[in-house]
């Protein structure tokens, strides 16, 4: 990475919606702990703050009651923890307590550094006194050590001589964010966690609560050092631990204060205060300049496989690295954890994990590091058996079906119209498994536990399918659009099931005569008429086409429906399902987001590109892109449909999502799978990426503004550097075997650069 | 009624299955209270009761949780209320308590007497220590002062000489019924009504207690009068009132004790102590012999108006009855209730109203008591501005939308596919008023209430359809099988719409010249285009047909699922909504009740007889009659399409649903709404009784197993007295003046006694 990688604001804003934003914004997080940006010293009284730590994976079931109750319905969910308080400090500066809220602040600033992993901000104060102060605080989640949080202050005296005492706290006094007055958060305070213990133990304060519903521990330990201390003193009750310490300055001084958290939890270890202990003895046993020079270290081997650069506008150049970053930062790096809706960042979504996973950041860590996929893959794996038992709840005798949104494996969807019968999440996960399979060709893993999972989500396409004369369909389920429910024959599901099932198809064929293959094959019982079956259902897939508009329509009955026009909709009325009755969303020809256009973009091949291109403008005029899964793909299908304005459009919307607020909810989390698609957008949209089974393909463009822009590829063993010019683009291979690749459509040996002309709007040699 | 009125059961079985059972089966009502039949001295304490009494329409709000909350969902429900508990009463024979789970029962017996409009409980019981007694009960709900419910005991003794002593209670810690252990049921004790004052004037004891939510009082009097007392006092306190009296006997004598309940709220009446008090007065100002005389002497009008009678089976003769008795003691007498799916008689369904007024009871009281019929219209009329209010919320512009579930006219559906998504309750209760409107002629009715209501639900078929190329379609609609939710152009509902479309045609042009007339469609802002709007769209109406099948298919794509033969499915695994996703069953052709069928019975001109007869063999195979709505109209279009026998078997099935508790759910409550089925199966089905435009036919056969059967249709001014036997059928004009009706087909002027040879299958004369 060569240029600017920190993306920051000047004079930091202090009204509670842009605190609430920036808790989200500036957010720390390496894939297992996660910690929002409040202030350490707090807000005044009257705020709200979402002032939540969490731990990827780690739950607590809740109630989940159904107005009326029918069989099969979710009774509980799962929804991921605040576990502890570790962030809470609170400098007085001869008593006078620091606050931005107070006194007057001179300059402020608050950043992400995406090389060095790590938020800060920068306050200069002058306190109600006329103390004169300037404090910089970083704060860094390890991802050399991930059970490790820091925080680190620097306070440089202007004008003061005197005491500080600071009150560092470590509270396992805590629970979910909640709201009685928005009714997309929980209304009541619910206690989860109860703490079990709160100690000291030589100068380390330990905290061990225990979940009320899921049987699960959770250990905090928290250690303060301050530089010059003169005195100390821990003030514990109430499940909570103060620790007290004094020191003095003189005009022109500096103190510094590091704040070590470190967590545990029983998912993951037996003895988690154990655990706690010999993870803060490690923290501890290297100095703070070394845990931050591993943290740039281990970036700097991600950057190297998936850095993006856009030249020629450092607006987006930054917003992208932020979006790359926030990929890093949320994603499991076990699997016991996978991709939460809002990653680490917020409550959204109760932590749960979705398809987002699967179609919008897994694409991004395949092609970039792809052990990260791995763990995703795995974890889904790991949560096979679950999705068994949740085909049978939905009457499916044999398959699996995993549940459309979950932490632990089981479904957690409360309206299943728009949830469990989403069945597509199975194409999904197998499609995300075959694309790992084509970027790193890691058969054995695909023995281990790729081609399991493949198998058993193919069986239930059989059990939902349908064989008619005109065809194999599947009815009664739910595509990516939620606007429209438990239609007949979706586009995108149908579609996916034909490549899920061919590929079942592909790799028994492949695998059939290998001994692990064939012990797992007879582990689960596949026959060769079951596989028989699953070609004749693709062969006969039913793939709904309209002869007069010459589009793919959504599902068999989506053009019956009412036109409705958006540009009629007053504009508070977005996101419509805020203001409108499903019934009346489900009455119209109305998109939340890309459904069959999205089915485009993973499945090109399958239409003609006039279909494609029918189907696109057909689409756009009703789509409201409510959900913030949906423009990038716009993007991908304009930039490829050669309506690069459009793209560019769509792009920097995107992109500028959650750090322009534009859904005003980034509050709760950041729009972690935007940020994928994101990714997707500049790869797959502007650089025509494509993986197949034939391959790499590139077909770059570059938008009118930018000078230049490149990105990474990891394919197979090798790294591929993509430079995009005005004229020309250039592939250079900066790891690894020659690859072959195509672009624009030739094939080419990549041996070590190579460098193609650009001419003409589609780009020719 | 000439036969035996008493449907008896002798040899009370004493386990709690049994006891929850005839709770119901022997509960009282008079349209205004019900009171469960448990034993006044209750059961051992592990039994469970559901010991409620009810007041019509009286109701609290209850939270209504959304595992998954989204724009317009019901957030709380209304639940009819369990008021007091008045019927407590425990005997002691010299310390020795009454109960029938001690000492020996020597003889018992519990019957409902229709036409007497009381129920009995007779025991014949030796105590632990050898007291002979026996005991007779008889509880009544008043229909001529409908406050007033009372019980009488006669205690005749037959080896005992002593003290009795009776503790008479009366209580407002009073609950509905919660079981944990049954998802259908309240999971928790939840306290809706607060007693707000229990105290004794003049020997009376009074309870006055108001609703958490809804803001309601009701006020609860009892008075107990004990032949030869001795000794009396009142213990007051928590909330309840307990009168000891003490009484004596010899060997052979007999005591006496009467206990009055009286009850008044303020939905009715202003200051409910008052009324209470006034009503009290009143009803002890006769005797207990008269009030008897007068609940005859009301009945006595009621069956002359409905009476059916069954020569030959006198077990289905007084099952018929039964069901006639109990369609009577839950209709409300007034527009302050309705009729709930349960009736007064338990809290299944929470109290609530749904189309089973319209479609299964209003048709008998149409026929037979059209006042009634018309309380209920008025009921529904009272809440059309809150069906504007519910079609605003479903996104509709224009006109109003009834609720699925309600009590005071808001939607308490928890379940919206299977709920608010049924528009036909619109078509439903056009069809109600417009039946009511042939049955009397009641021009004035209709200008007061009955056409706006037409007119306001109409509107709602052209905001919710959508006319294209072939037709005017209704998507995203549930019709009355709920094991098939949200489709397109749902057969009955279109059927229905296309009916009620056309009378607001008619009636707009029938009317137009009016003055009171135009009064009401200027208020509603009711313009000619709309009018030819209506008309438009009837003419247009889509009603699936299958060439192949030469049937009406459910909705658009019902043929297209997946068939699952009945026969297959284990027996415990009904009805199937108790063991099945909906996804699965959504997914597959069964149905859990008459839909298309339904619509071929309430408008069978609308195809060939052929069509009618392909199509009920087709429904009958897919068809569980899960619901109990279901094989009532089986049997009715048995019988039209000439199955006798299967007709038969239809009909006995039907009419012992809740006394043979067919469904296992009795103790919830009776199923009234199959009560009405019962009536409609024998005149309608048998009888061949239709009411149309055109006027009134019949086209009767006799059940090979009986002798005759008689029945009553109410025309007009006209009381018509038909009586079929096995070769001729004779009509009576019992009052009125001469009508024309059809009979096989055939017009006659009834003006006195019509008799027609009844000859070959379908009868000719």
Same mark, same amino acid.
């Given at each position: ?86 962030? +809470? ?18 300059? +402020? ?33 390890? $991802? ?203 409550? @959204? ?14 694409? $991004? ?115 990516p659009d ?9 586009y995108y599901?149908?579609v ?49 086409y309209d002869?007069?508009l010459k589009i793919n329509p959504q599902?068999?009955?989506f ?7 958006i ?22 020809q109305?998109c939340?987001q890309a459904d069959t256009v999205l089915a485009h973009f993973i499945l090109e091949?399958t239409q003609s590109i006039e279909t494609i291109r029918n189907s696109f403008d057909y689409y756009e005029k009703i789509t409201t892109h409510?959900?913030?899964?949906s423009k990038s793909i716009f993007c991908i299908m304009a930039s490829k449909l050669g309506m690069e304005d459009k793209a560019f459009v769509y792009f @920097? ?28 957008a500049?790869?797959y949209g ?10 790499? $393909? $590139? ?67």
């Amino acid at each position: 990475m060569n240029k600017r990688s920190v993306f920051e604001l000047n004079d930091v804003k202090l009204d509670n919606n842009t605190l609430l934003l920036h808790e989200s914004l500036f957010h720390n997080a390496n894939g297992y702990i996660g910690v929002r940006s409040a202030f350490e010293e707090g807000y005044p009284d009257a705020y709200k703050t979402i002032r939540g730590q969490y731990i990827n994976g780690f739950y607590d079931f809740k109630e989940a009651k159904q107005a009326e109750n029918l069989y099969g319905l979710v009774q509980e969910k799962q929804t991921m923890l605040n576990v502890a308080d570790t962030q +809470s400090i609170n400098i007085y500066f001869d008593e006078e307590p620091f606050s931005m809220f107070t006194g007057k602040v001179l300059q +402020s600033r608050r950043w992400v550094d995406v090389e060095q992993g790590v938020t800060g901000r920068y306050v200069a104060w002058c306190s109600p006194l006329g103390k004169e102060l300037e404090i910089t605080i970083i704060r860094m989640a390890s $991802f050399h050590q991930l059970s490790l949080f820091t925080i680190e202050y620097q306070i440089k005296s202007g004008n003061f001589s005197g005491d500080i005492m600071i009150e560092s706290q470590h509270s396992g006094n805590v629970s979910n964010f909640f709201d009685p007055s928005d009714p997309r958060t929980a209304d009541e305070d619910e206690q989860y966690l109860t703490p079990m213990s709160c100690n000291i133990q030589y100068g380390t304060s330990y905290i061990t609560s225990i979940t009320s519903k899921s049987n699960l521990e959770v250990c905090s330990c928290v250690k303060n050092f301050l530089s010059g201390e003169t005195e100390r003193q821990f003030i514990i009750g109430d499940n909570a631990a103060r620790c007290q310490m004094v020191t003095s300055t003189q005009k022109g001084g500096t103190v510094k204060l590091i704040k070590y958290s470190v967590f545990a939890d029983s998912l993951r270890v037996e003895d988690c205060k154990a655990y706690a202990a010999a993870e803060m003895k490690k923290a501890l046993s290297i100095s703070m300049q070394e845990l931050y020079q591993y943290q740039e270290d281990y970036l700097a081997e991600y950057w190297k496989n998936c850095d993006v650069e856009i030249q020629g506008d450092d607006a987006l150049d930054i917003a992208l690295k932020y979006s790359l970053f926030q990929l890093m930062q949320t994603a499991s790096k076990d699997e016991y954890g996978n991709i939460a809706a809002k990653g680490l960042s917020g409550e @959204g979504y109760e932590g749960q994990y979705f398809w987002d996973s699967e179609m919008y950041v897994q694409p $991004f860590f395949t092609v970039t590091n792809p052990q990260i996929s791995r763990n995703l893959i795995s974890n889904r794996y790991e949560a096979l058996e679950m999705a068994k038992l949740n085909a049978r709840i939905l009457g499916h005798e044999k398959g699996a079906l995993y549940p459309w949104r979950t932490i632990m494996g089981k479904e957690c969807s409360g309206y299943f119209p728009a949830g469990s019968a989403q069945y597509h999440i199975n194409g999904d996960i197998a499609y995300s498994v075959i694309a790992y399979y084509l970027a790193t060709d890691d058969e054995a893993f695909m023995h281990e536990q790729g081609t399991e999972i493949i198998f058993e989500t193919a069986r239930l396409w059989m059990d939902v399918g349908i064989f008619k004369c005109d065809g194999f369909h599947i009815n009664a389920v739910t595509g990516p659009d939620e606007y429209t429910c438990l239609v007949n024959n979706n586009y995108y599901t149908n579609v996916l099931a034909q490549y899920h099932l061919r590929w079942a198809v592909k790799l028994y064929e492949r695998f059939v005569k290998m001994a692990e293959f064939r012990e797992m094959i007879s582990r689960i019982k596949l026959m060769p008429e079951e596989v028989e079956g699953f070609r004749n259902a693709a062969d006969k897939m039913v793939l709904p086409y309209d002869e007069k508009l010459k589009i793919n329509p959504q599902d068999d009955s989506f053009l019956q429906k009412k036109i409705w026009d958006i540009e009629t909709i007053p504009k508070e009325n977005f996101p419509l399902l805020l203001h409108y009755h499903p019934l009346y969303l489900y009455r119209h020809q109305i998109c939340k987001q890309a459904d069959t256009v999205l089915a485009h973009f993973i499945l090109e091949d399958t239409q003609s590109i006039e279909t494609i291109r029918n189907s696109f403008d057909y689409y756009e005029k009703i789509t409201t892109h409510d959900s913030s899964l949906s423009k990038s793909i716009f993007c991908i299908m304009a930039s490829k449909l050669g309506m690069e304005d459009k793209a560019f459009v769509y792009f @920097g919307n995107s992109l500028n999502l959650d750090l322009m607020d534009h859904q005003k909810n980034t509050k709760d989390g950041l729009h972690i799978a935007n940020m994928g698609g994101n990714y997707l957008a500049i790869v797959y949209g502007f650089g025509g990426f494509r993986l197949k089974e034939s391959g790499i $393909f $590139f077909a770059p463009t570059l938008p009118a503004k930018w000078t230049s822009y490149k990105f990474h590829i990891r394919y197979r063993n090798s790294l591929i550097n993509v430079e995009v010019f005005r004229d020309q683009c250039s592939f250079y291979l900066e790891d690894g075997t020659p690859q072959e690749i195509t672009v624009y459509g030739k094939p080419y040996l990549l041996e070590n650069l190579l460098t193609i002309k650009i001419e003409g709007e589609n780009g020719e040699v």
